[in-house]
């Protein structure tokens, strides 16, 4: 649901956000009533979230990610999730100079190997920003639309598990007025690329099923997903931010793949 505290037209229940279950590739899209079915889930501890690409820009779930523990067979019902005003996953401070404020918001602070993330840096008065992320420097674009200085980072295939920081460098309009700001991307191998909902859930063997895919990878259209059975999806233009549309004839449960995307080829697998 949206948050009294939203503008008059957001309000009620929060319809085609896209709730995804960490760990694992589940997923669910909610209903026109706010309600949401995660299905099939293993006994444990998940992480619930929304994916911010699927809901009002600017907004974003109110408390961050929800903690949910089920046992074996257990239905859990009424887990809540509020939209509220979007929050900045980090925040650092910086150094004295010309530059009246910096700041630094990472998309998906956790992300696996070959993971992207957006970087904005709000930096009044900047010139010029740049960052090195995992041996890679990046250049910034400044978006007047948002009024923010964007890039995106891509996690080396090969990246362990921890942290991997991000040192961006804002150049200011007078010679003293340069300066840094940090972040930290949790680095976590065992999380997928991509997290697929099927319609039906659960086709037969030889069925075509239409795929909701959000992808964690830095994919675009035309980008291609070459299927171990010899089938190729090509991706066309997303839904919302990295969420495509598409169908694909179950022949194996699951479904191994590949993704060829700007960056490398990247294993895929569709349960």
Do not use: C
């Amino acid at each position: 649901t949206f948050s009294s505290f939203l503008a008059p037209q957001y309000s009620g229940p929060v319809n085609n956000a896209y709730v995804v279950a960490n760990p694992g590739d589940y997923a669910a899209i909610t209903n026109e009533d706010g309600s949401f079915l995660l299905d099939n889930l293993p006994a444990g501890t998940y992480t619930l979230d929304v994916d911010p690409e699927t809901v009002p820009a600017n907004t974003g779930t109110a408390e961050g990610p929800i903690s949910v523990t089920i046992a074996a067979d257990e239905h859990k019902e009424n887990v809540r999730i509020t939209v509220d005003r979007k929050m900045k996953n980090v925040v650092f401070s910086l150094k004295e100079s010309d530059i009246a404020h910096a700041t630094i918001a990472v998309s998906e602070p956790v992300l696996p190997p070959g993971g992207a993330a957006q970087v904005d840096i709000d930096a009044a008065d900047a010139r010029a920003v740049s960052a090195t992320f995992g041996g890679k420097k990046y250049q910034f674009a400044y978006d007047a639309a948002r009024k923010v200085w964007s890039a995106t980072i891509v996690v080396p295939q090969d990246a362990t598990e921890g942290k991997i920081p991000i040192f961006a460098s804002v150049t200011g309009k007078a010679a003293s007025g340069n300066t840094e700001v940090s972040a930290d991307v949790q680095i976590q191998p065992g999380m997928p690329l991509v997290s697929f909902k099927l319609s039906p859930a659960r086709p037969a063997i030889g069925q075509y099923a239409t795929v909701r895919a959000r992808f964690l990878a830095d994919v675009h259209p035309g980008d291609v997903i070459r299927w171990l059975d010899g089938q190729v999806t090509k991706l066309a233009h997303p839904v919302t931010g990295r969420v495509y549309l598409f169908s694909v004839k179950i022949s194996e449960r699951p479904m191994h793949g590949v993704l060829l995307t700007r960056q490398g080829h990247l294993p895929i697998m569709l349960r």
